[in-house]
């Protein structure tokens, strides 16, 4: 029985493996980049403005261009003074930072990041959808899949919300009013553009939307159709809105109201900063599976089944860092709007537009068919 | 005065409406920087890359040729101080910080020399009043060196034999006939 | 004087003339130059001065009359009926300018080292008329640089502009021709007459009057630039004539006195001696109350003093003594004259003072005390000589004794059981005093003098007194209200006013408007 236990489809087996994947995924991959994404974007923008930027961090001789100024950062945050406004109600003010990072994280629950691992063959060529005994790399596989990516990420403007009100501190609680407006907004939005994507695909379940999608690039969502391309900058501009960043930061606006997160400090404030790259890590996940072919590349499934997923989860992290940088890049060029403009910018056209937009993937399957 | 409102409207035509075009040039502009930057950074190749930054420690910019430092007072082709008391440092100075005690010499070319020179480098606010006023290219600011840290106020007020320390012979000629003009003849 | 021109006798018509285009009139016998001055039309001159005779050599002053082929010299011609005058014609402006240039031809221009930079005519005269680069690149001609003339001046030759008004100093107001001019051309220079030094007792007059630095006194000399100076209306302490001066001082410390004109007492000058009496405020001054020899706070020595004074009233007021000093303003006089009959009670008030010197027809009295007559005015007959003070010594008739001002001579002091003396200087009474107090001087208050001619003139404060130092008025305030008295003074003016009221013969007095310190840096230029 206990070597049955961790048998492949037994309950260890499964255990150990979600294990492993919540390991090399979440805490390894996901948690790492957007750390690294904190110091990314400070030496990214300084090389954008013709600066330095962060560069010294180091261990002894080993400096590495200042990668390691996110440990710093991260040490620095631990060691500073947690500060409580004294009118502050203690409980969600402690509450907000912890709803502002979970979502980020558990929502990456439903990404696939590599190619299925097959147990048992992994030494041979197994061409995909042949396997007898697959793994998925992918922590959950839920029928309901983009849904519950929606589903925690408005959990997050909880976060935000609770932050503004709980600060007792008026330019905190505008920041919080403006975080929930602008992202309950643009989710709609954003739902519309997925419905557009499940047209096409038949189902929400990421997995098999990756599956769909074939490893050349012509054979990726985005470029599926006119109303998928039309999407893929949809999605891509109310994913950038959802995560609060230049040229969408109205809930944070450093130069007027500094924010939701005003009164915070040392590690919860760590925690929201944390979370904002998070989410950046997990829309550009999401945006990858659904519109660039996930973990899919060329070639790729003639390896022998374990090079072809090492292959297939670098591809898909190569991926997914590159739509980091695009973000990072949109977060340096574009000015900030304000509250109104973003608020019609949101209703008045990137709405209708989807709308229109999931009419037009409609036809467009019927004419396909 | 009359208020002046001026009206910027929005630009017409959907297609600069939608700002698609505008942010993909503005795109372009920070990726070009990036791409120029970055991989020459990466490469420790700095000096080919826009990047203007200095990493101040390890790499100072040279100062320019009229930076003022520390003063110093210059010296006649004997060695003696070319200072000759005339006050107007003193009077140019707008911190205050020269106090001058005159004293006649011996010296039948010079008649008036300072006997006290004393200049306040806390009080000094670098404006370089004084060597303009002087009529005598007898005070200088051109040593480049800062005025050095000190725990004690005193150690900061230079003495004569301390600007001195760091003075040359000048080059400066008076009536148009050079040093001790008044002994050729 | 010889100096003091006076208008050629006869009937005095007014003549009327045009300078610049505008009608004038003025009284006959005036000089163009005067009446220039007088209408406020500037016309630059070196050689001549006021109180001095015109010989034109200059030829700065020149301006053009209608119907002369050629510039006039303004200082020398006298008004005339229908003159036509131009003070700033081309031509005027450009002779001016030559003369200047030519002036300048041969002149060091040591401005840095020349201790007249800033006061000096020659500059003056060279930024508001000329300020043009030379146009003479030669060498020029050398002269001596350092000539010691006499006791108190030295001579820069090659600074000379040549213009005799020092010559003339000598000549007419200290009437010996210590100076002539030798040579001619570019050659010529200023020099000592043959066997003579400039050492009459008006020399440092030379020193004011050389409209250039040629002239240095050895006591200024190289000390201060002139800019630096602040300049305070004063009264010369040194005789009893009561010369007007300036006192020029620098963060309080005295550099030099200058005369101040004053056409009914000094006229433009003072002498040598006078222009030193500055020294002694600062040399020896006492700068704080002692007691017992050893230095005590104002109010213990007030206290003490005022113990002393006051058993040794109670005991018999006949054999306590005041003594004044004819050095002393009128406030002080009159304020310390005013604690002896009040509240010491004493009839034995004496007035004692520096001895007399020598004097001459000029300006020196043989009086060396500043106020005489403002002591007598003020003490009335009943004061005592210092004679009579010096016999009271030594009969023992005094047992106490309340000693104010300088009074160095005032007799043998041993035979006293009590002793306060206020003074300003250290010395015997200090020494011999039981409580000493420490005295402001002339410089440092405001106050008045009466001269010999019974004119009381102000004296401002110049500088702050020396150490603790305090007016004499205010001491004598202090004191009275230790002995019992109610009187409280503010400030001198209260002191003058109430002696004006008092004082019969002091009653036309004016204590004149407030006057404070003038920086030189904003004064034109002297000579
Ligand atoms: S640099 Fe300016 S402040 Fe300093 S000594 Fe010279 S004049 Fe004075
Ligand atoms: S200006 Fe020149 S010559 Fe005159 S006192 Fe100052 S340093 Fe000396
Ligand atoms: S006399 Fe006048 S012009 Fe001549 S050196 Fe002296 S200050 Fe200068
Ligand atoms: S020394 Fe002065 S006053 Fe005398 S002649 Fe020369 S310039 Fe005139
Ligand atoms: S002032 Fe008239 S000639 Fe000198």
């Given at each position: 029985m206990s070597g049955q236990f961790?048998?492949?489809?037994?309950p260890g087996f499964v255990v150990a493996a979600a294990l492993s994947k919540i390991l090399v995924?979440?805490?390894?991959f996901a948690l790492g980049l957007a750390s690294l994404l904190t110091w990314l974007e400070r030496r990214q923008s300084a090389m954008m403005q013709d600066r330095l930027g962060p560069n010294r961090a180091n261990l002894g001789r080993w400096?590495?261009?200042?990668?390691?100024h996110f440990v710093a950062d991260a040490l620095k945050m631990m060691f500073k003074e947690d500060f409580i406004p004294p009118k502050a109600n203690r409980f969600l003010f402690a509450l907000a930072p912890i709803l502002a990072l979970a979502p980020p994280l558990i929502v990456?629950?439903?990404?696939?990041?590599?190619?299925p691992l097959c147990w048992g063959q992994m030494q041979e060529t197994v061409p995909l959808g042949?396997?007898?005994?697959p793994v998925d790399l992918q922590i959950a596989r839920l029928d309901v899949g983009v849904l519950f990516y929606f589903a925690f990420a408005s959990l997050s403007i909880y976060g935000a919300t609770l932050a503004g009100w709980a600060s007792y501190n008026k330019w905190a609680l505008m920041g919080g009013m403006r975080a929930a407006s602008q992202m309950i907004s643009y989710e709609v939005t954003m739902g519309m553009t997925v419905l557009a994507m499940f047209i096409s695909y038949?189902?929400?379940e990421p997995g098999a939307m990756v599956a769909q999608q074939g490893p050349a690039p012509w054979q990726w969502g985005i470029v599926r159709g006119v109303p998928h391309f039309i999407a893929f900058f949809l999605f891509l501009t109310a994913a950038m809105v959802e995560t609060k960043?230049?040229?969408?930061d109205v809930p944070e606006g450093e130069s007027e109201i500094?924010?939701?997160?005003?009164?915070y400090s040392g590690l919860r404030f760590g925690m929201f900063y944390l979370g904002e790259f998070l989410e950046v890590v997990g829309s550009s996940a999401l945006m990858v599976t659904i519109?660039?072919?996930?973990?899919q590349i060329w070639g790729?499934?003639?390896?022998?089944n374990w090079a072809h997923v090492l292959v297939s989860m670098l591809v898909w992290g190569a991926k997914v860092f590159l739509f980091c940088v695009l973000q990072l890049l949109v977060r340096w060029t574009l000015p900030r709007f304000r509250a109104d403009q973003l608020m019609r910018l949101g209703w008045q056209r990137l709405l209708p537009v989807s709308i229109a937009n999931v009419v037009l993937a409609a036809c467009w399957q019927m004419w396909i068919h | 005065m009359a208020t002046v409102v001026k009206i910027v409207n929005r630009p017409a035509g959907w297609k600069r409406r939608s700002y698609l075009w505008g942010t993909m040039q503005g795109l372009g502009v920070t990726f070009g920087h990036l791409m120029r930057n970055w991989p020459r950074n990466l490469l420790g190749?700095?000096?080919?890359?826009?990047i203007v930054t200095l990493a101040y420690p390890e790499e100072k910019r040279p100062y320019p040729p009229r930076n003022r430092g520390l003063h110093r007072l210059m010296k006649r082709?004997?060695?003696?101080?070319?200072?000759?008391?005339?006050m107007m440092c003193p009077t140019a100075c707008p911190a205050h910080c020269i106090s001058i005690v005159p004293e006649e010499s011996e010296d039948p070319r010079i008649e008036k020399r300072p006997r006290v020179f004393q200049i306040d480098e806390l009080r000094c606010?670098?404006?370089g009043l004084c060597v303009e006023a002087c009529p005598c290219d007898?005070?200088?600011?051109?040593?480049?060196?800062?005025?050095p840290p000190s725990?004690?106020?005193?150690?900061?007020?230079?003495d004569k034999e301390e600007l001195l320390s760091r003075g040359e012979l000048s080059v400066a000629v008076q009536a148009g006939e050079g040093l001790f003009w008044r002994e050729r003849k | 004087m010889a100096g003091d021109r006076q208008a050629p006798p006869g009937p005095r018509a007014n003549v009327k003339m045009v300078i610049d285009g505008q009608p004038h009139e003025f009284p006959a016998g005036l000089t163009i130059l005067e009446a220039c001055q007088r209408v406020g039309i500037v016309v630059p001159f070196f050689c001549?001065?006021?109180g001095l005779s015109a010989?034109?050599?200059?030829?700065?002053c020149l301006v053009e009359i209608k119907g002369f082929p050629k510039p006039i010299p303004s200082c020398y011609t006298p008004v005339a009926d229908k003159m036509e005058i131009s003070t700033n014609s081309p031509k005027v402006l450009d002779v001016r300018r030559q003369m200047l240039e030519f002036t300048l031809l041969?002149?060091?221009?040591d401005c840095p080292i020349?201790?007249?930079?800033?006061?000096?005519m020659l500059q003056k005269h060279y930024f508001d008329w000329d300020a043009r680069f030379a146009r003479n690149d030669g060498s020029k001609v050398r002269k001596a640089?350092?000539?010691?003339?006499?006791?108190h001046i030295v001579l820069d030759q090659e600074r000379?502009?040549?213009?005799t008004r020092c010559i003339r100093v000598c000549n007419e107001?200290?009437?010996?021709?210590?100076l002539v001019m030798a040579f001619r051309g570019d050659r010529q220079l200023l020099t000592v007459a043959?066997?003579?030094?400039?050492?009459?007792?008006?020399?440092l007059n030379t020193v004011d009057v050389?409209?250039?630095?040629a002239l240095t006194a050895k006591d200024f000399r190289?000390?201060?630039?002139?800019?630096e100076l602040w300049a305070t209306p004063s009264v010369c302490p040194?005789?009893?004539?009561g010369c007007n001066i300036e006192i020029h001082s620098a963060r309080d410390v005295i550099r030099r006195l200058i005369p101040r004109p004053n056409p009914a007492v000094n006229k433009y000058w003072m002498c040598d001696e006078g222009r030193l009496t500055y020294r002694r405020v600062h040399q020896?001054?006492?700068v704080a109350p002692m007691v017992a020899g050893a230095p005590a706070s104002w109010d213990a020595a007030l206290g003490e003093a005022a113990r002393l004074l006051a058993s040794a009233r109670d005991k018999s007021p006949s054999t306590l003594g005041v003594v004044l000093s004819t050095q002393m303003t009128n406030e002080d006089l009159f304020a310390f004259t005013r604690l002896a009959a009040e509240?010491?009670?004493?009839?034995r008030v004496y007035l004692a003072g520096a001895p007399e010197g020598w004097c001459d027809d000029?300006?020196?009295?043989?009086?060396?005390?500043?106020?005489t007559t403002g002591a007598k005015l003020i003490g009335g007959l009943t004061l005592r000589t210092a004679t009579d003070l010096k016999q009271d010594l030594e009969t023992g008739v005094l047992t106490a004794l309340l000693l104010v001002g300088?009074?160095?001579?005032?007799?043998?002091?041993?035979?006293?059981q009590s002793l306060v003396v206020l003074t300003s200087h250290q010395g015997a009474p200090v020494a011999a005093a039981q409580v000493a107090l420490p005295l402001a001087m002339w410089a440092e208050v405001d106050g008045s003098f009466t001269n010999r001619q019974g004119k009381v003139q102000r004296l401002h404060a110049a500088i702050t007194p020396a150490g603790q130092a305090r007016p004499g008025w205010a001491i004598a305030a202090r004191l009275g209200q230790a002995l019992g008295a109610a009187w409280r003074y503010a400030n001198a003016k209260q002191v003058f006013s109430e002696a004006c009221e008092k004082i019969m013969l002091m009653s036309g007095a004016d204590w004149g408007k407030p006057e404070i310190p003038v920086q030189l840096r904003f004064a034109n230029s002297r000579g």
């Open positions: 961790f048998w492949y489809g037994q995924f979440v805490v390894l400096r590495a261009w200042g990668i390691l990456l629950a439903i990404i696939p990041f590599g190619a042949t396997c007898v005994r038949g189902t929400l960043r230049t040229p969408f500094v924010g939701y997160f005003v009164e519109f660039l072919g996930g973990w790729a499934s003639l390896l022998p | 190749r700095r000096a080919q890359s826009d082709a004997d060695g003696q101080v070319r200072c000759v008391a005339c606010v670098v404006c007898a005070i200088r600011m051109d040593t480049g060196i800062h005025a725990t004690r106020r005193a150690d900061a007020i230079l | 001549w001065h006021p010989p034109a050599v200059c030829r700065q041969n002149h060091p221009i020349c201790d007249k930079a800033g006061e000096c640089k350092v000539v010691d003339l006499g006791r000379c502009i040549l213009c107001v200290a009437r010996q021709a210590d043959p066997g003579r030094r400039l050492d009459n007792p008006y020399s050389c409209p250039v630095g190289f000390s201060m630039r002139a800019w040194g005789c009893a004539t020896d001054r006492l509240h010491l009670r004493t009839e000029i300006l020196v009295s043989a009086d060396k005390n500043p106020n300088e009074a160095d001579a005032v007799g043998s002091l041993g035979s006293l």
